[in-house]
């Protein structure tokens, strides 16, 4: 990447050795991903490193009426990921990743998911001054859930749509964190599933108007020192200061990267309201995105739907990863001009949104800014591009913006 789209945070030791570090030798892979900018829409290569399997404990959440209304510790074990393959060759930058929820210390399941991974960044994070970085690579993920006979049958932790569908969709993101020091990783990672007017409202793949109208649910890891909450202040606002659009052009698979477009413009906050019932909470906030690429592209606000983020909660143990940081997710409509074709299109977006933590670096030791959002536009299918809402879907551009 660019100076500009490549980062660096600060982590303590401590956090790399707690639960989930995995220990590979790796140290070469801690180097910038090679999706730098020039020429303009030019095919590019992403240099990813093997990413291992991780094991560790979460949280898992219900929000009803947009407040925390049960929330139950597990644990997970996920999959080393395996490149999408297409004509026998691997796909840039797009992976499956295999998700198993379970009680922990047994091998009781309750989930068993398998989502789909569309790359979108990296960056760098150091511990304190003059420690050794670590190198983090953020994914946008999506896919389904499949319930076991032992997950509890109640509706705080079996959402209502599993009355009509056979399994649950998912969408939020995964970071994985490398110490060249040590070789060890760790990863930090959230999956969401909206109330019914959001993610089964008239028109998504899998519709309905009284399936779980008041609740949403969220997955979060590492588990130990998260804590929900849906209010305030903590949301992304203003100036987008660094970092770029890219498109994953489908039809050159399995060669779809190109290179990353910087770009500038704004996240503009409105009032915070509850979208899943009338008079509830503040936990979503109504947001204006604009933003211009180096290249002709642009993003904007679009008129069919609006663009939203939702406040999760946040991290609060500064020595374990990913340290004392916020977390939201971001989904909505926004229009979409692809500088490198001319087309314009209204786009689906949905991904991750972290603010704070530890502090932010480019490769060469620029700092970056605090608020990270990491989105990816949901269509049908590699060859079509129309828009698929609620189901798992495949990702045409990706945007990464840093925020002050």
């Not at 019914?196 to 890891?221: E, K, Q, Y």
């Not at 933003?291 to 592209?297: R, S, W």
């Not at 689906?348 to 933590?357: K, N, R, S």
């Not at 620029?366 to 990702?395: C, M, W, Y």
Request: hydrophobic share 35%; with cysteine; proline share 9%.
């Amino acid at each position: 990447m660019l100076d500009l789209t490549n980062r660096i945070r600060s982590m303590t030791l401590a956090a790399l050795l707690g639960c989930g570090a995995f220990a590979l030798p790796a140290p070469a892979q801690c180097m910038p991903d090679g999706l730098g900018f020039a020429p303009c829409c030019g095919g590019a290569s992403a240099t990813l490193p093997a990413f291992p399997p991780i094991s560790q404990g979460i949280q898992f959440f219900c929000f009803d009426n947009c407040q925390p209304a049960f929330a139950v510790n597990y644990c997970v074990d996920i999959g080393t990921p395996s490149a999408v393959v297409v004509n026998g060759q691997p796909v840039c930058g797009a992976y499956h990743i295999r998700f198993k929820v379970k009680n922990c210390g047994t091998t009781t399941f309750l989930w068993n998911g398998l989502v789909n991974a569309y790359y979108s960044r990296n960056w760098q994070e150091t511990p304190v001054v003059g420690a050794p970085p670590i190198t983090v690579w953020r994914f946008v993920i999506n896919g389904d859930f499949l319930p076991t006979p032992s997950l509890p049958n109640n509706s705080f932790q079996r959402p209502g749509c599993l009355g009509t569908f056979t399994r649950v969709y998912w969408s939020g993101y995964i970071d994985y964190a490398l110490d060249c020091s040590t070789n060890t990783w760790q990863a930090a990672w959230n999956l969401n599933h909206e109330c019914d007017g959001i993610h089964h409202m008239p028109g998504t793949a899998r519709p309905g108007g009284a399936l779980h109208p008041t609740r949403s649910f969220s997955f979060v890891g590492p588990g130990g020192s998260f804590v929900p909450s849906t209010t305030g202040p903590f949301m992304s606002n203003g100036p987008i200061t660094q970092e770029a659009v890219r498109w994953n052009n489908w039809s050159h698979a399995p060669a779809i990267c190109t290179l990353e477009e910087p770009a500038t413009g704004t996240f503009q906050a409105t009032s915070p309201f509850c979208f899943c019932v009338s008079g509830g909470g503040n936990e979503y906030v109504p947001t204006n995105v604009s933003a211009t690429g180096a290249c002709g592209t642009s993003v904007s606000p679009s008129p069919i739907f609006g663009f939203y983020q939702k406040r999760i909660g946040a991290w609060t143990n500064p020595n374990v990863y990913p340290g004392t940081q916020s977390l939201l997710f971001d989904f909505g409509y926004l229009a979409y001009m692809n500088g490198c074709n001319g087309q314009f299109t209204q786009e689906w977006f949905e991904g991750a949104e972290t603010l704070q933590g530890y502090p932010a670096f480019d490769f060469n030791g620029a700092a970056l800014g605090t608020q990270f959002e990491d989105l990816a536009s949901a269509s049908v299918s590699k060859v079509n591009q129309a828009t698929r809402i609620g189901a798992p879907h495949v990702s045409y551009y990706i945007l990464n913006f840093n925020l002050p």
